[in-house]
């Protein structure tokens, strides 16, 4: 076993950077969730990553840039249809797939010839980015198979001990991963549903598409294989309420209120926003409390509907 290291909580994102300069892992905020950062460019900082969260080494990492000019640090090329969405919406809760360029370690992308890129919208990510003096690599700052961080007390719940500093920020916004895009085929296709919706892609280039079952499974994104955003807890879709009672091991989130009121806890959302936002909090909230099964109340699959229920449907998966 490897020692366990003292993690560093801080407001500071300087002193933070430092921790980057240095090798080393610095878990920090975005509008999605919270991503655990490392130097692109450092492979034995690439390395800990996968160490630090028990990630897959088959499942690669989104880097994160502050400025559009550091996109071609890492991507040999930049086809006309991802320029387009980059113009329209960086930066956004959007991470779109480019050819590699030679420099960025294959440790960072699994060892395909693609990255993940993405420009934070929230202005302390980009800020942190910009004094690290480098994009990072940031997948979700979990304990690979639970549900993402949307606070920096969830980050602390899986990773104390086990990387150098935590950024202190503010409950993320979207709090659901990024919209994921592959750009190096002939249109560019929806590997993951996000923040950003594909009738929003579509507006900009109307060929872009929903993955397919032959996209998924050759498999374009291999993290999408991998059991995701799961807490202990039992996850249950609940279409229909009418017959549904509750129990004291069991919680619900929803837009609508229970019938009855014999749950252990209960979180009604105003939308379907809000319901995202909370979505993974909730999750930790009910296995901190012992859960045994949580009911998650399906939602019309439009807009942001569309990455929610996806996201339930993978925590009910089992
Ligand atoms: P996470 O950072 O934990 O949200 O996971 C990032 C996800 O983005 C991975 O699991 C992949 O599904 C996807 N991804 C990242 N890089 C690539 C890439 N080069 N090609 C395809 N999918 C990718
Ligand atoms: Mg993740």
Redesign the pocket.
């Given at each position: 076993m490897t020692p366990a290291l003292e993690t560093l909580l801080t407001t500071d994102l300087h002193e933070a950077a430092r921790f980057i300069q240095r090798g080393e892992l610095v878990a920090f905020p975005t509008e999605t969730?919270y991503?655990l950062g490392a130097d692109v460019f450092n492979e034995s900082a690439i390395g800990k990553v996968f160490a630090a969260k028990g990630?897959p080494s088959d499942?690669?990492?989104?880097a994160h840039v502050s400025h559009q000019d550091q996109i071609k640090q890492l991507a040999a090329d930049i086809p006309d249809d991802a320029q387009k969405m980059i113009d329209a919406f960086f930066p956004a809760p959007l991470?779109l797939?480019l050819p590699?360029h030679d420099r960025v370690p294959l440790l960072a992308?699994?060892g395909?010839q693609?990255?993940?890129v993405r420009m934070p919208r929230h202005d302390l990510a980009r800020e942190f980015i910009t004094a690290c003096g480098t994009p990072l690599v940031?997948?979700?700052a979990n304990l690979s198979g639970s549900p993402?961080p949307t606070t920096w007390q969830a980050v602390a719940a899986d990773l104390l001990g086990r990387i150098a500093c935590i950024l202190q920020g503010v409950q993320t916004e979207v709090g659901l991963?990024?919209t994921?895009v592959?750009c190096t085929g002939d249109a560019p296709v929806v590997?993951?549903t996000g923040g950003v919706t594909l009738e929003q892609l579509q507006a900009i280039v109307p060929a872009t598409r929903k993955a397919d079952a032959t996209d998924l499974h050759q498999p374009?994104?291999?993290?999408?294989k991998?059991r995701h955003y799961a807490p202990h807890a039992t996850v249950v879709m609940v279409s229909e309420m009418n017959e549904l009672k509750g129990n004291e091991h069991a919680a619900w989130i929803g837009l609508h209120a229970p019938r009855s009121s014999d749950w252990h806890l209960i979180k009604q959302c105003a939308d379907v926003a809000e319901y995202a936002h909370e979505l993974f909090a909730f999750f930790r909230a009910c296995d901190a409390q012992g859960i045994k099964a949580i009911y998650c109340e399906a939602v019309a699959e439009q807009d942001l509907g569309v990455a929610l229920m996806d996201r339930i449907r993978r925590a009910a998966h089992r």
């Open positions: 969730v991503g990630r499942n690669p990492l989104i991470t797939v590699k992308s699994a395909l693609t990255i993940g940031a997948p979700s993402s991963e990024s994921v592959d590997l993951r374009k994104s291999p993290g999408l991998y």
